[in-house]
C-alpha cells in the first residue's frame, strides 16, 4: 500500500473492513479475530486498531439501516469486499461525520487494491459521492437496528413491545464506560478526578470514550472497568470479609476484584487460562488477592466447601449487544441449546459446593429468561431444600422495578434511558431451605 494510502488513513478502514467480512460471512465473534494470530488488526499502531475496531462496531451497530441506504444506489448485488466497503463508506458520511474526500478516496484505495474486485472501484467512487450527497437525508428516516427474531419475539413475549423499541435504542446508542471502585467510600474524589457520573448502584460512569489505561487511578488500581449491571451480582452476596468465596466461571474477572476487594478469601475458577490472564494482570495492578483455578468448573472439586458461591455462568452474552453489537449476526437462537443445560448442570455442581448456610447467587448476561428465571424455576424444582432469598442487606440503588416473579432480579438495556443505559442481566440468590421453613422467598 502506498504512503499517500496510508496518509489517508487506509490502513485502519481497510482492517475494519476484514473485521466486518469475519464477523457477517465467517460467522466469528469480533472478539476472537481481534485477538487471533492472523488479526487484521496485527499490523497496526494502537491508534489505528483502536480506530478499526470502532469503526467496524459502528457499522455492526446500524447495518441494517446502511443497508437500506446502499440499496437505493445499487442496482444489483455487489461482491462482499465491495458492499463492506461501501457500507463502512455510509458509516463514516451518515453517522460518524467524516469528511466526504477522505471517506470516498479512502473507499475507492480499497476496493482498487482488490484483485477480483478492483475493477468495480468506479462504482465504489459513484455510490460513495451519491452517500455523501443525499445519504444524509435518506438517514434521518432511519431507525434503530432491530433485534433479529429469535431475539425480538422471546422481549416481545415477556417485557412487551415498548420494552423491544426501548432496547434497540439502548443497543443502537452503544454504551458508557462503567467503572467499579476498590474502595467504594472514595466515589466523590474519583468522580471529581474523572468528570464521572455516580449511578445510584455506585458504580462511576465516564464521559465520552477515553483512553482508559491513561485515566487518572488506572495505574495505581483504584477501579476497573465493568458495567453497572455486571457488578451488581457480587454485591448481592453483602459482607464476606474473612469468609470463603468461589467465583465460578471467574473470567475475565471483575466479579473477582469485587469480592477480593470486599476482604473476601476468592477462589476464581474458569476454564480459559487466557481469559483469567487479564485477571492476573488487573490483580497486580489493583494489589488484590485470590486464588485463580484453571479448570472445567463441571469437573473440579474442591478440598472443602464455600461460604458463598458467585455463579456467573457461560451464556448468549444478548444482554451485552449494545457494547457488542456482532453478537447477533454469529449466534442464532437455534444454537442454544447446549448453554442451557450447560447452566442448569453449573448451578447443580455450585450447589454441591456450598456449605450448610451458605448461599449462591446465580447470574447470567442474557435478556432471555430461559437462561434466567426459568433456570432457577427449574433449579429449585431439582432440588427440594433450596429456596430463593432475598439480600441482607440490600445492595445500594437495587431497584424494586427489577424483581422478577419468582424472586430474582431482571435488568434490561432500556433501563436506566437518561443515563445511558445498563447491561442486560439477571442474577437470583439461592440458600438452603431452614428445616423447620417453609418453601419460597425470605
Known amino acids: ?19 466486518l467480512h469475519a464477523v457477517l460471512f465467517e460467522k466469528r465473534l469480533l472478539s476472537d479475530v481481534v485477538s487471533g494470530q492472523r488479526s487484521p488488526l496485527a499490523r497496526l499502531n494502537p491508534a489505528e486498531r483502536a480506530r478499526a475496531q470502532s469503526l467496524a462496531i459502528g457499522v455492526l451497530r446500524n447495518l441494517a439501516g446502511l443497508d437500506e441506504v446502499l440499496d437505493r444506489f445499487l442496482e444489483k448485488p455487489t461482491p462482499p469486499k465491495v458492499r463492506n466497503t461501501l457500507r463502512l463508506a455510509a458509516y463514516e458520511l451518515l453517522v460518524d461525520g467524516a469528511a466526504a474526500h477522505g471517506v470516498v478516496n479512502a473507499a475507492v484505495e480499497i476496493v482498487r487494491g482488490s484483485a477480483k474486485a478492483g475493477r468495480l472501484a468506479g462504482l465504489v467512487n459513484a455510490v460513495a459521492r451519491k452517500l455523501a450527497d443525499q445519504g444524509p437525508a435518506i438517514w434521518q428516516g432511519i431507525g434503530p437496528q432491530p433485534l433479529p427474531s429469535w431475539l425480538a419475539k422471546p422481549v416481545i413475549r415477556h417485557y412487551g413491545k415498548d420494552a423491544l423499541v426501548g432496547i434497540e435504542a439502548a443497543h443502537s446508542a452503544g454504551a458508557p464506560v462503567d467503572l467499579t471502585l476498590k474502595n ?90 487466557r481469559r483469567l490472564g487479564r485477571l492476573t494482570e488487573n490483580l497486580a495492578r489493583t494489589g488484590l488477592r485470590a486464588e485463580i483455578i484453571v479448570a472445567d468448573a463441571l469437573d473440579w472439586r474442591p478440598a472443602q466447601g464455600f461460604d458463598a458461591i458467585l455463579l456467573d455462568a457461560p451464556c448468549s452474552a444478548t444482554g451485552t449487544i449494545r457494547r457488542h453489537p456482532d453478537l447477533p449476526f454469529v449466534k442464532a437462537g437455534a444454537d442454544l441449546s447446549g448453554l442451557f443445560a450447560l447452566q442448569a448442570d453449573l448451578i447443580d455442581a455450585a450447589l454441591a459446593m456450598l456449605n450448610p448456610g451458605g448461599r449462591l447467587v446465580y447470574s447470567t448476561c442474557s435478556l432471555l429468561p430461559r437462561e434466567g428465571e426459568e433456570q432457577i424455576k427449574r433449579a429449585l424444582g431439582r432440588h427440594e431444600n433450596i429456596e430463593i432469598a432475598d439480600p441482607d442487606p440490600s445492595p445500594e440503588g437495587l431497584s424494586p422495578e427489577w424483581r422478577s416473579a419468582e424472586g430474582g432480579w ?12 445498563m447491561d442486560g442481566f439477571y442474577m437470583a440468590i439461592l440458600r438452603q431451605r431452614p428445616k423447620s421453613g417453609r418453601r419460597g422467598k425470605e
Open 1 to 19: 500500500m502506498s504512503g499517500k494510502a496510508n496518509a489517508q488513513g487506509v490502513a485502519p478502514r481497510l482492517a475494519a473492513t476484514q473485521l
Open 184 to 273: 467504594p467510600a472514595e466515589a466523590d474524589h474519583w468522580a471529581r478526578a474523572l468528570g464521572a457520573r455516580i449511578l445510584p448502584t455506585g458504580s462511576l460512569r465516564l464521559p465520552g470514550r477515553p483512553q482508559v489505561s491513561a485515566l487518572p487511578g488506572y495505574a495505581e488500581g483504584a477501579w476497573w472497568v465493568q458495567d453497572a449491571a455486571a457488578a451488581m451480582p457480587a454485591r448481592l452476596l453483602g459482607d464476606q470479609r474473612g469468609r470463603r468465596v468461589l467465583d465460578l466461571c471467574a473470567a475475565p474477572g471483575g466479579k473477582t476484584l469485587q469480592l477480593a476487594a470486599g476482604g473476601a478469601m476468592v477462589t476464581a475458577v474458569d476454564m480459559s487460562a
Open 410 to 421: 431482571r435488568m434490561r438495556p432500556d433501563y436506566w434511558a437518561d443515563q445511558g443505559g
